[in-house]
Structure formats: structure tokens, C-alpha cells
């Protein structure tokens, strides 16, 4: 199982980005896709998640209202839509999945069983 996250890059502030995680070996239907990021110097914490058996989302309260997390089944990819980005966004933002009823939390980071690699969001003011 490998997860690929993509769609990083360097944006202005209020400028917009979108990440996308594709999953080769896994099928996202009936899962939880959680997004993830780190800062430089910060513990990692958890940004969205989606829980693609009943497309329930879940988003921290420093990014709800400007990033949207939505699963396209046919392409088997998850995607996480950034807008009004903030310099406090900047950090590598990794994707991680784990199926249906095999988690507690979806913000528990050490619940998920497959992570991609991260890439990397810088936002500049």
C-alpha cells in the first residue's frame, strides 16, 4: 500500500492550493483519510478528515471555513482544497488512511495504518 500526496507549493497569503492523495494498493471507500500536517519546531496535528463510507468531514478549528476535504470515488483520491491560506499554514501536510471501524479517534494520528510522504505548503505574507 503506498499513499502519494501531492499539490504542495508556495502561495501568497489568501492565495489557494489543493492537495491530493491517491492510494495505490487501497481503496479509499470505507475509510477514514485524515490529513495531517507538521510545522517547523511543531508536534503534528491533524487538519481534516473525511469518512468516505458516509462522506462525514471533520475539520480543526483553525482551518474550518477556508480548507474543504472531498473523496472522488472514481478516481480514488482524496483532496484537500485550501483556501485563503495563512502563513501560519505553512508545513508539510501528509495524508493517512486506516479502514472503516479500525480507529478511536479520526484525530488520533497513531490510528491510521497507511501514510503518504507529505508534501510540502508554504504560505508567504
Known amino acids: 500500500v503506498q499513499l502519494q500526496a501531492s499539490g504542495g507549493g508556495l502561495v501568497q497569503a489568501g492565495g489557494s492550493l489543493r492537495l491530493s492523495c491517491v492510494a495505490s494498493g487501497y481503496f479509499f471507500d470505507d475509510s477514514a483519510v485524515g490529513w495531517f500536517r507538521q510545522a517547523p519546531g511543531k508536534e503534528r496535528e491533524g487538519v481534516s478528515c473525511?469518512?468516505?463510507?458516509?462522506?462525514?468531514?471533520y475539520y480543526a478549528d483553525s482551518v474550518k471555513g477556508r480548507f474543504t476535504v472531498f473523496f472522488d470515488n472514481d478516481k480514488n483520491t482524496v483532496y484537500l482544497q485550501m483556501n485563503i491560506l495563512k502563513p501560519e499554514d505553512t508545513a508539510i501536510y501528509y495524508c493517512a488512511a486506516v479502514p472503516e471501524g479500525n480507529y478511536n479517534s479520526v484525530w488520533t494520528a497513531d490510528g491510521y495504518d497507511y501514510w503518504g510522504q507529505g508534501t510540502l505548503v508554504t504560505v508567504s505574507s
Open positions: 473525511i469518512t468516505t463510507t458516509d462522506s462525514r468531514t
